[in-house]
């Protein structure tokens, strides 16, 4: 959860939604196909619907998705898939009450499930995964639980290392459950469990159980696959970052507004993408003495260093 104390963006600052449609539009004839809607918390953005709607006429996109804490998607699952979308990611990190609201400061456990359900229930389910960050003595306790209740909901659970990047100032190497940890549990309790094999450069990586249930794995923290990363962020401000880790955006919303053309935005994308050498998670990794990435303090100053403005 990002600190108590936030440093928001200035409004004007904000793409309205016909501006982002038209980054997607300059990224999508680069070769760009999927978008994902994240944050922060997407389903704040009043009319979000209408954003999906825009996004959805852009026939060079084939794949349309959300990463939401969930608390609003019962109230909105059905007017998302009305207006195009594809897949849900719904972070839920427990299944009990008292340690959701420890976590995100929060009584709205109930309200995520209900989401979820929702999702399902308009025809959401497909594609419908469940992401749950572990820490070690907070909810390392809840793997096999978690699992089940995935399977129950019709989701595929993916469980992600805990990564030392924007708000997370409380990180230490000692609280991060790797990999094997969480694959040496599940087969204790399921069996041998087996790699799903397949061309993708999805950060997850998916194992299949016994029964044939599928669950993911992504290990950026202890296993990090920088060099086959193909994804990048834009800002709500028209900031594109193409590293989680990384200090500073492109700025795109000065060139949009100052009236560039498609031709001068696409060579402004190819020209940073062709030069681009970030390996931040693995810069993290080799370093010794490895401390939370950034102090409370800078994070306050610059509103982009934390994680819910950059889509983390």
């Known amino acids: 959860m ?17 501006e982002i449609a038209r980054l997607v539009e300059v990224f999508t004839s680069t070769g760009v196909d999927r978008v994902r809607l994240t944050g922060g918390e997407p389903l704040v953005r009043r009319d979000l619907p209408r954003l999906v709607e825009l996004l959805a006429a852009n026939s060079a996109i ?67 995964k ?26 595929e659970v993916r469980f992600i290392e805990y990564m030392d990047v924007g708000g997370a100032t409380n990180w230490a190497p000692e609280r991060v459950v790797s990999r094997e940890e969480i694959l040496a549990a599940v087969e204790e309790r399921y069996g041998k469990i087996e790699p799903v094999r397949e061309a993708s450069s ?26 086959s990363c193909d994804r990048s962020r834009l800002t709500a401000d028209g900031l594109w970052y193409m590293c989680l880790y990384a200090n500073r955006g492109l700025d795109l919303r000065g060139p949009l507004r100052a009236g560039a053309t498609g031709d001068e935005l696409r060579a402004i994308l190819r020209t940073a993408w062709n030069v681009r050498d970030d390996r931040g998670a693995e810069t993290r990794l080799a370093l010794a003495g490895r401390a939370p990435l950034l102090p409370l303090a800078e994070l306050r100053r610059d509103p982009h260093l934390e994680m819910h403005t950059r889509g983390g």
């Open 62 to 128: 084939r794949d349309i998705a959300i990463t939401t804490n969930g608390v609003l998607l019962e109230e909105h699952a059905a007017a998302l898939k009305s207006a195009g979308l594809h897949r849900v990611t719904v972070s839920l990190d427990t299944l009990r009450p008292d340690r959701f609201e420890a976590l995100t400061r929060f009584d709205a456990h109930a309200k995520v499930l209900a989401g979820i359900s929702a999702a399902a229930r308009v025809g959401l389910g497909g594609g419908l």
């Open 2 to 18: 990002p600190e108590r104390e936030y440093t928001w963006l200035p409004r004007r600052d904000v793409l309205d939604f016909e």
């Open 130 to 155: 469940i992401d749950s960050v572990l820490m070690r003595g907070v909810n390392d306790d809840e793997i096999l639980s978690l699992l089940e209740y995935g399977r129950d909901a019709g989701a």
């Open 202 to 227: 999805a950060p997850a990586e998916r194992f299949r159980l016994p029964d044939g249930m599928v669950f993911g794995v992504i290990a950026s923290t202890t296993a990090p696959f920088c060099r």
